[in-house]
């Protein structure tokens, strides 16, 4: 007799659906703190959850997993915050870390994962390119399923798969969205494609599994534009336009505060930064009162 599909993966110990968006920090942003003290580092500067790093100078080193990953889930749940997602760098099956990392987070409950970055590079034409992607992707879905947890695509600009949102369309589009999704960068997306990140995002809202928000502007220096991070609000993302979208489209997965700037006080920076988001997910989130 055929077997039952798998389950789809569920959001961390809570119930599928919430009415708000987790907001939660990334973890390498923390990164001198220990995996073990996360949890109230992050429950200190008002965090809902972490994005944990299982990635080579990360939080969890893969190949020690077994020792490790557990442990950190734990940790930071003992706290009193969730982990519904981690970063890694699995690109495929070939990895020998993908087991075992993706075994162990997804029996412990945490149902997503954020890819490494496929370069594009210049040795292979890009159609090429993305067939190879997507064989690396559909290898990877067996161990996805026995894990019960979904793999997201980041739209990382700057010569990668996926930086453009419609590559990686092209690469996932006959996939099952239970196991393969988007996790979107608004920023990311504006660099690459300007005022053209609208179309994208609603492109990948079907599949948006989760959020990462940084913030940018372009500056013009001796060396001609240079492309800058800075704190949320101070660069040239639409927040107001780029919330109502992600919120009209019922979308209540985590959401990835990223700190890719440097300040003198960067958790006072991270702490507004924090606050900023949560002020635009409250009111884009609250439900209108009627007229």
């Given amino acids: 007799m ?10 961390g110990n809570a119930a599928p659906k919430r009415l708000m968006p987790l ?5 390498g942003n923390l990164a001198k703190v220990p995996y073990f003290q996360l949890g109230d580092i992050a429950s200190q500067l008002g965090f809902d959850g972490v994005d944990l790093t299982v990635m080579i100078g990360g939080h969890v080193d893969p190949r020690i997993t077994n020792v490790d990953l557990v442990r950190a889930f734990e ?6 915050l969730e982990v519904p997602m981690i970063a890694t760098n699995i690109f495929g099956p070939q990895d020998s870390t993908a087991f075992p990392v993706l075994y162990l987070t997804g029996r412990s409950q945490v149902p997503l ?26 290898q990877l879905l067996p161990l996805a399923q026995r894990s019960t947890i979904t793999a997201m695509v980041h739209n990382r600009a700057g ?14 589009s006959t996939i099952d969205n239970r196991w393969v999704g988007y996790c979107y960068d608004p920023a990311e997306a504006m660099i690459e494609g300007g005022l053209g990140w609208e179309a994208g995002l609603r492109l990948a809202l079907p ?17 001609g534009w240079t492309m800058t991070k800075c704190p949320l609000g101070e660069g040239m993302v639409n927040w107001e336009k780029f919330f109502a979208i992600v919120a009209e489209s019922g979308f209540t997965g985590p959401i990835s ?23 635009h997910v409250q009111r884009a989130w609250t439900p209108k009162a009627p007229r």
């Fill in 75 to 80: 940790a930071v749940r003992g706290s009193g």
């Fill in 207 to 223: 599949r948006l599994k989760a959020l990462v928000l940084q913030d940018f502007y372009w500056a013009k220096t001796d060396a």
């Fill in 113 to 138: 994962y954020r890819l490494g970055y496929w370069q594009y590079g210049n040795t292979v034409p890009i159609e090429q390119r993305l067939v190879q992607v997507r064989q690396d992707l559909v």
């Fill in 23 to 27: 907001l939660c920090v990334y973890s």
């Fill in 159 to 172: 010569g990668f798969v996926g930086q453009s949102i419609w590559d990686t369309q092209t690469v996932i």
């Fill in 257 to 279: 505060i990223r700190q890719d700037y440097v300040v003198p006080d960067a958790l006072g920076a991270l702490t507004r930064d924090l606050e900023f988001a949560r002020r």
């Fill in 2 to 11: 055929p077997q039952d599909p798998p389950p789809p993966p569920r959001f």
